[in-house]
Nanobody
């Protein structure tokens, strides 16, 4: 399995930006599809964005045009650039390497959007 560590969360005002990072422990990371998920209090965990090993991306409708997922295999890191943040984006954000059923999850990073 790949160990994952997320960083970059925090408190931001509506309309602000944050960049989340997820760094893996093994170079095999570059062969995995990667995803960012989020879970708000009282809600199910949901997919925010994903990126294949070849760089193809997919986004939830709620974040299209505001969030961008990218990866740097040399740094064993995947990023989530979040712009125009809104209060409804408040959640714990998790990084996933591989599939939901068999992959590895990070510990999560809190994102709070509030004035």
């Amino acid at each position: 399995q790949v160990q994952l560590v997320e960083s970059g969360g925090g408190l931001v005002q509506p309309g602000g930006s944050l960049r989340l990072s997820c760094t893996g422990s093994r170079s095999i990371f570059r062969t995995y599809a990667m995803g960012w998920y989020r879970q708000a209090p009282g809600k199910q965990r949901e997919l925010v964005a994903s990126i294949t090993s070849g760089g193809s991306t997919n986004y939830a409708d709620s974040v299209k045009g505001r969030f961008t997922i990218s990866r740097d295999n040399a740094k064993i890191t995947v990023y989530l650039q979040m712009n125009s943040l809104q209060p409804e984006d408040t959640a714990v954000y998790y990084c996933l390497a591989g599939s939901v059923a068999y992959g590895s999850w990070g510990q999560g990073t809190q994102v709070t959007v509030s004035s």
